[in-house]
DNA sequence: CTTTCATATGATTCTATGTTCATATATTAT
DNA sequence: ATAATATATGAACATAGAATCATATGAAAG
């Protein structure tokens, strides 16, 4: 009996024992989820040069304020940013250095991975 | 006249230079939905231990296989995993890296940063 | 305390997307 | 050629989520 070409058991077992517990999955998937849209990718990307209150965002990112309030509430609850209170205004900035880490891979695979498109050979 | 405590122009003037193009951005938002879902988080980590066919990805997430083909579909065209033709089956395997990377620090913000909740003083 | 300026939020709407169902394609065996 | 196995795919459906609109909250000025 010859051993197969792809042993499905085994690859299995292999497989089950690095498979982290659900939640986790879950809440890494959250946590990518709220990098998926434009507008906060936009955002993030303005707080990488400057502390912004809300109206500057806005003006930057040519929306309406609630649309950017909504979003800052979102990237405020995954504790992306954060903000303090100076006077009426409310300035935002990043919580800490894992935004950059994060959005920084995911800047290599789409640049530096120019696939080599079929057509070029 | 004072300098007020947050200068609108001089932070927009600064950020304007360091936003990528629209398209870079549009771009980084949706290779970032890709991970943002907890089927294709569950395929991903399965790929990490070993390359692994339709069916056995199939069975190890207890889903439909049309589900998992949809997936694998999504993924693929992101060029984050990759696969091969063994006779009838078809072995599916990450395509680079960068897959282990994105992840891992996803995985180091939702782990390591275990934020001090509000009753903790 | 009323007004104004800055931001937050609830409800609604509209679109994007994950799953299912049915069916198509591809490979191998009979 | 037909059947069986493995995977892919189109259409329909259901849900999630992003923007909008109207309105609420909060701070400071008059």
Redesign the pocket.
Known sequence: MEKPAHDHLDALNTVRGGMPRDELLCDLADLF?IF??T?RMKILFSLFEAEL???EITALLG?????I??????LKDAHLID?R?E????IYFLADDHVRSIIGQGFEHITEEEYPHEKDF
């Not at 929306?63 to 649309?67: E, H, L, Y």
């Not at 309030?69 to 979102?74: D, G, M, P, R, T």
Request: proline content about 0%; glycine content about 8%; overall charge positive.
């Open positions: 989820k998926g849209d507008t209150c809300v109206h929306m309406t304020q609630s649309a309030s909504h979003q800052l509430k979102v903000n209170r006077g009426k205004t409310m």
